[in-house]
């Protein structure tokens, strides 16, 4: 596996493979790789000729008391996940050339509808950084496909959405939530909980699975996320939301919509921040 810096270097690399006529896949991330960001690179390298992912913290998705110079930066073990779960170009920019005029300068794009409720709702600005960075990276590598995973629902809906809006020629792709055997979803928040929370968290996901079977017995979804928020109270976690949507434009259901809904939770644990997601079809 190859590691560039260079935004010319990255693009030389390309612009051999399109030459040859090589399908490219692409998989952004931010690093501190596990598993479930494995999973994806592996979906791309089944369907694509080479592969490229991205290791990129991305300042502008950060707000206001989430802190960008804590994240997590673990380059050095990445490279060895990425390199044995196929990547073929590993591109880890600096900020300065994602952001030649600086992050607060940079042209910014925003997608409306999508991000203006959930995590839009408690991270205000958040999806704008993410449309921004996933832009500019569709821009340099030029795949043929990216792959993101479905853990990040609301994500996946926004990329999806400024694709189609700006006619980009990039297809995306989703791959599955990769979950640990008691349910809870892979993520690289998980290493912040401490023994007794890592037992309480797979209540998020056993919450989901509740909230689907009834739902598919006949409940009302309002009910059904009332009900949600007090079990995970109960459990111990501090809710930002608990809510049933529609799966394309996550707007709410009508009283009466039985198909096409997933449900989505975001809950705080002690100090670690959870999200997941279950599909009701």
Known sequence: MQTVTDAAALRATIRGWRTAGQVVGFVPTMGNLHEGHHSLLKLARARADRVVASVFVNPTQFGPGEDFERYPRTLAQDQVGLAEAGCDVLFAPEVATM???????????????????????????????????????????????????????????????????????????????????????????????????????????????????????????????????????????????????????????????????VALVAARLGATRLIDNLPFD
């Open 99 to 261: 952001y030649p005029f600086g992050p607060a300068a940079s042209v910014s794009v925003h997608v409306p509808v999508v991000t203006d409720t959930l995590e839009g709702a408690h991270r205000a600005g958040h999806f704008d950084g993410v449309a921004t960075v996933v832009s500019k990276l569709f821009h340099l590598v030029q795949p043929d496909f990216a792959v993101f995973g479905q853990k990040d629902f609301q994500q996946l809906k926004v990329i999806e959405r400024m694709v189609r809006d700006l006619s980009l020629p990039v297809k995306i792709m989703s791959g599955p939530t990769l979950r640990d055997d008691d349910g809870l979803a892979k993520s690289s928040r998980n290493q912040y909980l401490s023994p007794a929370e890592r037992q309480r968290a797979p209540q998020i996901y056993a919450t989901l699975t509740q909230m689907r079977d009834l739902f598919r017995q006949g409940h009302n979804w309002q009910a059904l996320e009332t009900a949600a928020r007090a079990r995970l109270e109960r459990a111990g976690f501090t809710p930002d939301y608990v809510a049933i949507r529609r799966a394309d434009d996550l707007a709410e259901p009508a009283t009466d919509e039985r198909e096409g809904l």
